[in-house]
Each structure stands twice: as structure tokens, then as C-alpha cells.
T-cell receptor
């Protein structure tokens, strides 16, 4: 069975500082990994995904994530945080083949001006 | 494309009433998903369809919940009778060629059962 953990419920960062939102996964095969963002009263929006290839994946709004197979992690990063990045961030994982995405519980990011 | 369209956006209903949530997936997408989001349980997959056929409904919480997809452009999630614990945000999402491709979410239906 696959699972994903987001160890932090809340991350606070000052505007302009780098941010990291952590995600670790557990699957018994090659993972497909995703990050989504949810702004208040909105649906989930796709940010980026890792399927194969380069371990560093670049996505929307200046976000990137690094796939680390040895540490089974897929942390989301951004070099310089904006107040508008404040939102709920979800990591998700699935195996190859047609299996459903499994979502983490989400991490609330607050960027303080 | 207009994206995944859900209606109603907000619904307040009394306990015992029937609730019907509606979804129009992105045109050409062959997978449709219904998720429920609550503070306590996070994001849960309720059911998903492939080419209008229900594939896995193991996430549907009770017999009070049912979902249909009569054609490629429309799906409903029905709760009958509704209970206060059904209060949640219900998301519809769709994707093309399965789970490896990106799943796109609607804006959600915010349900309150009083």
C-alpha cells in the first residue's frame, strides 16, 4: 500500500526567505509524486509532479521539488516566499498503473510580511 | 477550457433532506473522481469512474451516498438522507488517461447539514 506523510501541520516563514514544505512517501514500487495547493475557499490546484527523469522538478509560481529516492522524500521548495503563497499544500503519491492518488493531510503555509 | 465545473457551490440543508451535487468534467477526460474534504479526515477519495463506469466505490461512507455518471460530461453525488456529519466540502476532479496524468479539481461544493 502507498502512503504519504506531511510531518508539519503548519509552516511559518518570513516574506523573502526560502521556504520548504516536507513530504515523505512509502510505496512498494516506482512512485509518481504530486504537489497541489489550495487557496482559501478554492479547489486544489496542480503545482508540479515527478514521474521520471530529473530529480529536480520545476512547477508553477516559482515552486520546485526534489525527488530523493534514498530518503523517500519529495520536499517542496521556493527560493523567496511571497505573502500570496500562504495556502494549504498537499503532497500526493501513486504507483505506476491505474491506482488512485493518495493525499497527505496537508501543510498550512503562512508567509508573514 | 472551463475546467471542472461543480454545482451548487454552497448548500445548506436540513437533516434528512436529499442532497444532489453535480459535476461536469473537463471535456475529453476519461476519469472522474469524487473527493470529500473535512478538517478531521482531510481529503478522502469517495468513488471514481473510468469511461462513465464506476471502478472503485470503497470510499463511499454509507449506503446513504450514491454516485452516477450517465454520460461523459455529467456526474452526480447524492446523499439521502443527509446528516450533520456529512457537512464537508465535496470536490469533483477529472483526468485523462488515468492517474499518471494530472488530476484537475473543481472549486468544490460546500455542504452544511443542520
Amino acid at each position: 500500500a502507498q502512503s504519504v506523510a506531511q510531518p508539519e501541520d503548519q509552516v511559518n516563514v518570513a516574506e523573502g526567505n526560502p521556504l520548504t514544505v516536507k513530504c515523505t512517501y512509502s510505496v512498494s514500487g516506482n512512485p509518481y509524486l504530486f504537489w497541489y495547493v489550495q487557496y482559501p475557499n478554492r479547489g486544489l490546484q496542480f503545482l508540479l509532479k515527478y514521474i521520471t527523469g530529473d530529480n529536480l522538478v520545476k512547477g508553477s509560481y516559482g515552486f520546485e521539488a526534489e525527488f530523493n529516492k534514498s530518503q523517500t522524500s519529495f520536499h517542496l521548495k521556493k527560493p523567496s516566499a511571497l505573502v500570496s503563497d500562504s495556502a494549504l499544500y498537499f503532497c500526493a503519491v501513486r504507483l505506476e498503473g491505474n491506482t488512485p492518488l493518495v493525499f497527505g493531510k496537508g501543510t498550512r503555509l503562512s508567509v508573514i510580511a | 477550457d472551463a475546467g471542472v465545473i461543480q454545482s451548487p457551490r454552497h448548500e445548506v440543508t436540513e437533516m434528512g433532506q436529499e442532497v444532489t451535487l453535480r459535476c461536469k468534467p473537463i471535456s475529453g477526460h476519461d476519469y472522474l473522481f469524487w473527493y470529500r474534504q473535512t478538517m478531521m479526515r482531510g481529503l478522502e477519495l469517495l468513488i471514481y469512474f473510468n469511461n462513465n463506469v464506476p471502478i472503485d466505490d470503497s470510499g463511499m461512507p454509507e449506503d446513504r451516498f450514491s454516485a452516477k455518471m450517465p454520460n461523459a460530461s455529467f456526474s452526480t453525488l447524492k446523499i439521502q438522507p443527509s446528516e450533520p456529519r456529512d457537512s464537508a466540502v465535496y470536490f469533483c476532479a477529472s483526468s485523462f488517461l488515468g492517474f499518471g496524468n494530472t488530476i484537475y479539481f473543481g472549486e468544490g461544493s460546500w455542504l452544511t447539514v443542520v
